[in-house]
């Protein structure tokens, strides 16, 4: 009998992980059923970064490992994949600001949570932000930037979504290296995420998941 | 008579390297012309009030100030980034402008925009700067990524210059691609076989990386003599830079520029004995950058940022074992030289600073960003001198008066018994000159010691 595919992920035992993988495949077990495990360990993941037992590298390596099992399963996985529950959610680097490790984290967290991510880049326009809400119908917004210059950038999206009408079908979410309640309130945005596990806990919130 | 370097003692060293920075030279070499007697005095009291601060011996007759930016003079003086960063002589006025105005004990000189046509010339590709992927009004930005592959780790330990000059260089300067060719330089032996070392000089992409060298090195001297006539200048008028140059973390070399953040976390489960090897390998390296920049300049501060340690970028027994003892290594190695590192604190650094408390007394200086500065003062201030924690948000969206009670509030908690500088906490680009005023105006007001 295989080992606990979600505690072992979750414990970040690479080898482990992937091994266990292999032997369910190799039974024939049905890969969405992998997934779910893999999808409870990454839970597990973001419980212990904010509790304080798990740090930025355990997120990064439990990326990595989830990266290895994906490339596992993905083969065997029926088109379209597992449904997507969370809802949908856009993020960016604000235009003049090419920083990425912290938004790709956060976008990372956003998909193993499962939420829908659309992930614009770094150095994203105002009018890239109002275009992908309106296309998308995507109910929240999270803004990154790791410069103080992201504070002028961030204002302008707001504003941007703001006169395009669609303020109030968004919630803003902004967050980074120098971000704090002071420059969400000059920004206009709703909330302000410590981390990323803070803005998935945001966007749960925000779109009534669980 | 003097006593040789080498028979002194780290104070001697140290009391040394301050002399010097007390006596400035000019670029030719001769004792520096101040602009007035009043200029020279200013000059030797600000090096004495934060020689004071630094030693934690007496104490200063005020609490010094720095402050300490990024772009903030160049958007203060009304020009872009891209106009610092190409025409040396609107950087200097600038930078000028800026320190004339603010009048900081200490200043970082104007050495942040760097030479834009440099980089051009050899297609530097480890940033983006304004006009090369980020806008003309935005300031220069890293482009991390693993420039340094999970499998080259034994090629770094083995011979860390050849790694640097024949794989890490031509991958973050386009046009240095030629060093892939060069011959192991340790292989030139004998007179027999000796001329074929030396055959790749003679093919064209060698030849054509030396030809791009040739102009990058001419750009250099001449951005270097306009700041060089910049710090004569910045002195003469009675204002000292902070620091000599820089030197790094060995985790912050591996993890900023040559494996990446990602790479290096992912290192740090896959192969942990490797990435401690390589740092051990380089922290000699990282002593001598520091030591030799500081007895150069005849100056002994050296500025060390910190960057991938902060808190949750690594739990406190990650920070333990991989983070802190190579750090520390090499900041007793340039205590030893009379060297005082300049750690940067930027972001949050709480659960570290007790951790890099056991260093010796009144050798070291921190820029303390968003760490609780109180606790800071308890536990790494007593060893140390702290500057900064005036926040960014503030100096950007505060008022003059919120920024006046800030500082006083911080002189309040941490200049009792010396060892604090006023200073804001992690370098800007922007803020109100307003608020930058109040900062320092309020450090004057309320910093004396009585």
């Known amino acids: 009998m295989a080992k606990d595919l979600s505690k072992t992920l979750a414990d970040l035992k690479e080898d482990e992980a992937v091994a266990i993988v292999r032997e369910r495949l190799n039974a024939g077990e049905d890969p969405l059923r992998i997934l779910d495990d893999a999808s409870r360990a990454m839970e597990t993941v973001g419980k212990r970064f904010s509790s304080g037992e798990y740090f930025i590298p355990d997120l990064v390596y439990s990326g990595e490992i989830l990266k290895s099992i994906n490339e596992l399963v993905k083969p065997k996985l029926a088109k379209g994949g597992a449904a997507r529950k969370g809802g949908k959610v856009i993020v960016g680097t604000v235009a003049g600001d090419i920083h990425d490790i912290g938004k790709d984290i956060v976008v990372f967290m956003l998909d193993v949570s499962g939420f829908e991510v659309y992930d614009l880049g770094v150095d994203v326009p105002a009018k890239k932000f109002v275009e992908k809400i309106k296309e998308s119908g995507a109910p929240i917004v999270g803004l990154s930037g790791f410069l103080t210059l992201a504070y002028d950038a961030m204002k302008q999206t707001v504003q941007a979504i703001k006169d395009a009408g669609l303020r109030d079908k968004v919630k803003i979410m902004i967050g980074g290296g120098q971000i704090t309640d002071e420059i969400t309130k000059f920004t206009g945005a709703d909330a302000y995420g410590k981390d990323a596990v803070a803005g998935v806990t945001l966007a749960r919130k925000w779109s009534g998941a669980k | ?450």
């Not at chain 2, 046009?175 to 000796?194: D, H, N, R, S, W």
């Not at chain 2, 920049?293 to 333990?320: M, N, R, W, Y």
């Not at chain 2, 659960?351 to 606790?375: E, H, V, Y």
């Not at chain 2, 001198?385 to 005036?390: T, W």
């Open chain 2, 1 to 450: 008579m003097a006593k040789k370097w080498e028979e002194m003692t780290p104070d001697e060293k140290q009391e040394a390297l301050f002399a010097r920075w007390m006596a400035p030279k000019d670029p030719a070499g001769n004792d520096l012309k101040y602009q007035s007697p009043k200029a020279e005095k200013a000059f030797k009291e600000r090096i004495t009030r934060i020689k004071d601060a630094i030693q934690m011996k007496k104490l200063p007759d005020r609490v010094p100030i720095f402050v300490a930016p990024s772009f903030f003079p160049v958007y203060y003086a009304g020009i872009t980034p891209q106009e610092a960063m190409y025409d040396y002589d609107k950087c200097r006025m600038a930078f000028k402008k800026f320190v004339v105005d603010f009048e900081p004990d200490g200043n970082l000189g104007a050495y942040v925009p760097g030479p834009g046509k440099f980089f051009e010339i050899l297609d530097y590709k480890l940033y983006s700067w304004p006009g090369h992927g980020v806008p003309p009004e935005q300031s220069y930005q890293c482009n991390e990524s693993e420039y340094m592959t999970a499998g080259e780790y034994d090629a770094l330990i083995d011979d860390p210059s050849n790694f640097f000059s024949n794989t890490y260089l031509p991958r973050v300067f386009g046009k240095l691609g030629g060093f892939q060719m060069l011959p192991a330089l340790t292989g030139i032996l004998e007179i027999y076989g000796v001329a074929i070392n030396f055959i790749p000089f003679g093919l064209p992409p060698v030849q054509a990386t030396y030809k791009a060298l040739f102009e990058a090195g001419a750009e250099a001297l001449k951005w270097m003599g306009a700041m060089g006539a910049w710090n004569a200048d910045i002195t003469a008028a009675g204002f000292p830079l902070i620091a000599a140059g820089f030197t790094k973390a060995p985790f912050d070399v591996i993890g900023d520029t040559l494996r990446g953040t990602r790479g290096i976390m992912v290192d740090m489960y896959r192969q942990p004995d490797k990435l401690l090897e390589a740092m051990e390998r380089l922290t000699p390296l990282m002593i001598k950058m520091g030591v030799g920049t500081a007895k150069l300049v005849g100056h002994p501060v050296i500025f060390i940022p910190l960057h991938k340690g902060a808190d949750g970028f690594l739990s406190d027994e990650q920070f333990k074992k991989f983070y802190w003892p190579t750090l520390k290594k090499v900041m007793m190695g340039l205590i030893a030289e009379g060297v005082v590192p300049m750690p940067a604190a930027e972001g949050h650094w709480d659960s570290r600073l007790a951790i890099m408390s056991d260093l010796p007394k009144g050798k070291t200086l921190w820029m303390i960003d968003q760490s609780n500065i109180a606790n800071a003062k308890k536990t790494i201030g007593k060893v140390g001198c702290l500057f900064g924690n005036v926040p960014s948000d503030l100096l950007v969206v505060g008022t003059p008066e919120q920024v006046k009670d800030y500082v006083k509030n911080l002189i309040d908690t941490c200049a009792k018994g010396g060892g604090y500088i006023v200073s804001n906490g992690a370098f800007f680009d922007q803020a109100k000159p307003e608020n930058v005023h109040a900062m320092v105006d309020a450090a004057r007001e309320y910093g004396a010691y009585k």
